[in-house]
């Protein structure tokens, strides 16, 4: 097969002036790289198309892939994720991992929420900011945990997003607020352990590859996974593969979410314990990041004995499902 590749490379972004805060979630050549090598070695050929506007001019003028594997983040907006599957669609251009509704949805982390609170799944007790006066009405028991209602990579989050005193959520939230330019999701923080869990799949097919307990050492931002934990991971982390009763229910819940949320081909969802040792869902990532040393689902894999060219080909396998188990359209409806 010729596979595309959708990308936001990090220091096209730099050079363009955008900060290092603002380039966290896009992605550095090593994993363009790594993607090629990998997907190479599996016996496909690989082409670069980068972010959207090269899409879209490739698009215009013809080009076509049998499959496009799409890491694309986007810059702006509650759809950025979405809006290169959306061009996909329009195109009949199939692509690995989730398609534009999930991406729209699960980007926005108090709308997931409602959706697994509306599945039954347990997760924290929360409210959507969008003012200073909401979060001066907000009624949730502390300590609270706030952070920007649509960014990842820990972005928004640091040793201030754990609120203990009623007079520091408005402040916490009003910064936050003017900060990123989008709502804050405020929620009841729980005290126990924090799991990532790593799925491949889709559907009944979709299955937990581990469970990554992640602990701060003593010299880390503490009660928070937050950008600069991330940042210097090596030094502020331990990661920790973890097969108790307490990790079992932390996959019994991620799996419960992925499949309820319709996420595709592979990703992450992560979880924290309450103070009862019941995990709860806290985000998911079904455009997880594919780094093949830093990203979390890669050295999640790494401490299950799953190399990463192991990893991308679940993941193409589960995108090449979709491709047998549709057929194709109608000359008639492609000339259309």
Not at 150 to 157: N, R
Not at 281 to 310: K, M, R, W
Request: charge should be negative; glycine fraction near 10%.
């Amino acid at each position: 097969m010729l596979i595309g590749l959708t990308y936001d490379l990090k220091d096209d972004y730099l050079k363009a002036g955008f900060s290092k805060e603002d380039t966290a979630e896009f992605d550095s050549e090593e994993v363009i790289q790594g993607l090629e090598g990998a997907i190479g070695a599996l016996g496909h050929r690989t082409e670069r198309i980068g972010n959207i506007r090269h899409l879209t001019k490739r698009l215009v003028r013809g080009d076509t892939w049998d499959l496009v594997f799409n890491i694309a983040e986007g810059l702006r907006g509650f759809g950025r994720e979405a809006q290169v599957p959306c061009l996909l669609d329009a195109y009949d251009i199939p692509y690995t991992f989730s398609d534009p509704l999930v991406l729209a949805l699960t980007l926005h982390k108090g709308m997931t929420k409602r959706v697994i609170r509306d599945l039954g799944i347990p997760t924290p007790d929360f409210r959507v900011i969008e003012t200073r006066g909401d979060a001066e009405r907000a009624d949730l028991p502390l300590p609270l945990f706030a952070k920007p209602v649509a960014e990842g990579t820990g972005k928004g989050i640091n040793a201030a997003s754990k609120i203990s005193r009623r007079e520091d959520v408005a402040p916490v939230c009003s910064g936050l607020l003017k900060r990123f330019n989008q709502p804050v999701l405020l929620e009841t923080f729980l005290p126990g352990r924090e799991f990532t869990v790593g799925i491949a799949g889709t559907g009944e097919n979709a299955a937990v590859i581990g469970v990554m307990e992640v602990l701060l050492r003593q010299e880390a931002e503490q009660d928070v996974y937050s950008f600069l934990n991330k940042e210097r991971f090596e030094d502020l982390v331990e990661y920790r593969l973890v097969e108790d009763e307490e990790s079992k229910r932390a996959e019994e819940v991620a799996l419960a979410s992925w499949r309820g949320l319709g996420c595709r081909d592979g990703g992450r969802v992560d979880l924290r314990s309450d103070g009862h040792g019941m995990p709860n869902f806290i985000e998911v990532n079904p455009l997880a990041g594919l780094h093949p040393v830093h990203s979390d689902l890669p050295i999640l894999c790494y401490l299950a004995g799953i190399t990463y060219q192991e990893l991308i080909e679940m993941i193409l396998e589960s995108a090449e499902g979709r491709l047998q188990s549709q057929k194709p359209p109608s000359t008639a409806a492609r000339s259309a």
